[in-house]
């Protein structure tokens, strides 16, 4: 057990120690963007990042080097694009350490536990669903300091993307291409709640004729925030190379993820909130009584390995230009609770003892009987004394006399389970596009067209382990007492597409069409009946838009529509009364519409945006279960719920005001309403109708230091509009130096310091049905970066 660093810890002292702490380290930094004085004169295969976005018919935003250095180079790859005008990232650890309580919302569309309806690439390839159960976001991909940048296209998105989730724009993450020159790279950061990580990057340079490489590992860790009890822990290994033979151009990249993730918890409405704004409800100590221990916070785990990897190949075939890469990837781990009670799925008769309790025996599917709490010495299922009143009120309110050791005879002993959750997938695909420049009379015209192939497998399945001393500690039996299912997930996904686009000389047009054809599977292991299969194919979707340069100088206006699809997700087959005869494919229809003006000193857009969704697809429950439903034992099933429609503008100005200092405003306007008839006109729940950020910039020389500043309005927490959070504003503060030629083997030496939430914000981050996470507490952190 870790000890407790207080919230409120002085961000000097923090300062202070950290800098004494750095001159016994060994090793110090990267400069991504900007090489050491000699080899800043040199080329560099780093593409200019535009915050306001490439000359394309439809809304899209990339991050930039400033939005890089507002956070630590611990905080996750997805933290880095909250600024981008329409964006909403939630992160409830401060270092993006927690998968469960992550969110993101674009234009009314939310990626969270519920809902995967943005889409999100790494390097232009699927990241292979972003769903918390078996999926994998980019920041499980690349390590925040190998990151190149990230675009955002808010909407209608550009139609060779690879995602079946992109219903509200897709996300592309880039990594960073290989430095001509020989250098070995070493970062190490302090942070508070004993944030610690240490990076080592290698670029090779030229190892043989047109080929070069880097090769990167890290190590990081951080405590919990509330009460340093558990250490989060993320190893990660990572590879690039660039190649050219003969006329081909190739590309190789791997990526090993290593992860343990302790869960923050969800508060259940403002009234909780309201209680303590700065706990989540999941205690320190084991108390010996199961129902309160399933908040023990050491029992809120997930635990995650990746391993992902891509050849790519670019070369020309006459005319046309030809991309095409392969890709694998596999992901398995296991998430883990603690129920307060063992699952009685065997009937012993009548005064046997539970069978559950025999460390030998494992019952293989079937249902739940009932539920054990306590037992007596020979192992037989007791029940509370008639009439007796509990005193347990926490959590969740309390579970009556069965789960209250008071309200058994002497020499009742507590019973409860570990219970695993285990995820394996394992997934290939292909992708290839082509472009072929010509001309159509004297006008210019291209026409571009691919695939993408993907085939993966997902394995789930889920056991129950009898907790050996439920009243001394959360250790478990190795050996299962119940496997509650295993299933398979087949999932076959074949998207294609073509469009041209024709160079009027006062516009350029364009207009495409794709399709997908995805058949997904659930082949149950114990119940062959349970079997389900469903073809979630998409119609032609239609993709038009156009771009037209103004009388202006630099000022084009743009416009562009695309019909959108997700496909069902194998999630909604684990519910074997899901009828599927009820659910069909998510749309959703995006018109963007806007102006774009680029000159040295200003960079400036504004898009007006209107979308219709259609066939949202919901969980709908028969019956309610108080506190956390560990059998996933609700009746009910999936089905298209109506939908939503979302309006908005989007802004965005990046203006140097003089050579050394720049200034970023980007602003918000979105309506996002429900279609469904039960709540038709509500405001999309965590949806916020205002966002604006404000972000100051200085750089001179060595020097660089920047402020940054975000407001986000009022959300709701529920589909009625009966629960209505605060509005809220964060700043993130950044100081840094480089000091070059520093002798010997060192070509630089920077430090850098970062302090995200600078005034310690209370907020509700994360939001979920009548529940949200704490928002991330003020954190501060200290890198120091050599580069020899």
């Known amino acids: 057990m870790n000890t407790y660093v207080p919230k409120k810890q002085s961000l000097i002292a923090l300062s202070i120690i950290s800098a004494i702490s750095i ?58 694009i909250d600024n981008l005008p329409g964006v909403l990232v939630n992160e409830g650890d401060p270092f993006g350490s927690d998968e469960w309580s992550t969110s993101i919302s674009i234009r009314g569309f939310q990626l969270d536990l519920e809902s995967q309806q943005i889409g999100m690439t790494v390097d232009g390839i699927a990241n292979g669903n972003s769903n918390y159960g078996g999926g994998t976001k980019a920041s499980r991909y690349i390590d925040t300091e190998n990151l190149r940048g990230t675009e955002v296209s808010q909407g209608t998105a550009d139609i060779g993307s690879r995602s079946n989730e992109a ?33 080592v990057r290698y670029d090779t340079g030229e190892i043989a004729n047109d080929t070069y490489a880097w090769f990167s590992v890290s190590s990081q860790q951080n405590d919990d925030y509330m009460d340093g009890a558990v250490t989060n822990s993320r190893d990660h290994a990572e590879g690039k190379i660039i190649s050219r033979v003969g006329e081909v151009e190739l590309t190789g990249y791997i990526s090993y993820d290593d992860a343990q993730e302790f869960t923050y918890q969800r508060i259940y409405g403002l009234g909780q909130y309201a209680q303590n704004a700065e706990w989540d409800g999941l205690t320190e100590d084991w108390t010996g009584i199961p129902y309160q221990d399933q908040v023990f916070r050491e029992g809120w785990v997930t635990e995650r390995e990746n391993l992902f990897g891509y050849v790519k190949a670019d070369f020309k075939v006459g005319e046309v230009d030809v991309s095409t890469n ?3 990837h596999e992901n398995e781990g296991v998430g883990k609770w603690i129920p307060y009670y063992m699952v009685d799925v065997t009937d012993d008769g009548a005064g046997n003892p539970q069978s559950e309790l025999d460390a030998s025996t494992t019952a293989y599917g079937g249902a739940s009987q009932g539920l054990i709490y306590f037992v007596d010495r020979a192992g037989n299922s007791l029940s509370p004394i008639e009439g007796c009143a509990s005193s347990i009120g926490f959590p969740y309110g309390g579970g009556g006399a069965a789960i209250d050791p008071g309200c058994y005879e002497q020499g009742a002993m507590p019973v409860s389970s570990n219970r695993h959750t285990h995820y394996d997938k394992q997934r290939y695909g292909v992708n290839a596009d082509f472009v072929w420049n010509t001309t159509l009379g004297d006008m210019d015209n291209t026409v571009r067209g691919g695939f993408w192939y993907e085939d993966y497998q997902r394995d789930e399945y889920r056991d129950w382990h009898k907790t050996i001393d439920a009243a001394s500690s959360p250790r478990a039996e190795e050996n299962p007492y119940w496997i509650q299912y295993d299933r398979e ?48 194919d998409s119609d032609f979707l239609i993709s038009a838009g156009f771009v037209a340069p103004l009388p202006i100088d630099g000022l084009e206006l743009f416009g562009g529509y695309a019909e959108n699809f997700a496909a069902i997700k194998d999630a909604v087959l684990e519910r074997d009364d899901t009828d599927l005869s009820l659910v069909e494919p998510e749309t959703a229809d995006n018109i963007d519409v806007g102006l774009r003006y680029s000159s040295r000193d200003l960079k400036a857009s504004i898009t007006y945006y209107k979308i219709k969704f259609d066939n949202r697809i919901t969980f709908v429950s028969n019956e309610d279960v108080d506190g956390i439903d560990f059998l996933e034992s609700a009746a009910g099933g999936y089905v298209n719920d109506g939908g939503i429609e979302s309006d908005g503008i989007e802004a965005s100005i990046d203006y140097n005001i003089s050579e050394h200092l720049g200034v970023y405003v980007s602003y918000t306007k979105n309506d996002s309403t429900y279609t469904d008839a039960d709540f038709r006109g509500n405001t999309v729940l965590g949806s916020a109708q205002d966002m604006a950020v404000v972000s100051f910039d200085y750089t001179n020389g060595d020097f660089y230091a920047g402020l940054s500043t975000k407001y986000v309005g009022e959300r709701y927490l529920d589909q009625a509009n009966t ?66």
Do not use: C
Request: glycine residues 6%.
């Open 723 to 788: 629960q209505e959070t605060d509005s809220y504003t964060v700043s993130d503060f950044y100081i840094g130096k480089t000091a070059y030629d520093v002798g010997g083997a060192i070509d630089s030496i920077e430090l850098s310091f970062t302090i995200n939430n600078v005034f310690d914000e209370d907020y509700l981050g994360s939001i979920a049905p009548n529940a949200g996470w704490i928002g991330a507490p003020r954190i501060a952190a200290l890198n120091a970066r050599i580069e020899m």
């Open 326 to 328: 392969v890709y694998y």
């Open 489 to 536: 997930f087949p999932v076959e996904t074949l998207m294609y597409y073509l469009e041209d686009e024709i160079d009027a000389g006062f516009a350029k047009f364009r207009l495409g069409a794709k399709k997908f054809d995805v058949e997904v599977v659930k082949e149950d292991q114990f119940t062959p009946a349970n079997n389900l299969k469903v073809s979630s």
């Open 167 to 199: 219903l509200g724009g897709t996300m592309d993450f880039t990594t960073i291409m290989p430095a001509f020159d020989e250098k070995f790279t070493v970062s190490t950061t302090l942070a508070e709640h004993n944030g610690k990580k240490v990076y």
């Open 23 to 80: 001159t016994t380290l060994p090793a110090m930094a990267q400069v991504e963007q900007e090489q050491q004085a000699k080899a800043a004169k040199e080329k560099e295969q780093m593409e200019s990042i535009v915050i306001t976005g490439r000359s394309v018919s439809y809304a899209n935003n990339a991050s930039s080097s400033e939005m890089k250095k507002q956070q630590t180079s611990m905080t996750s790859a997805l933290a880095l």
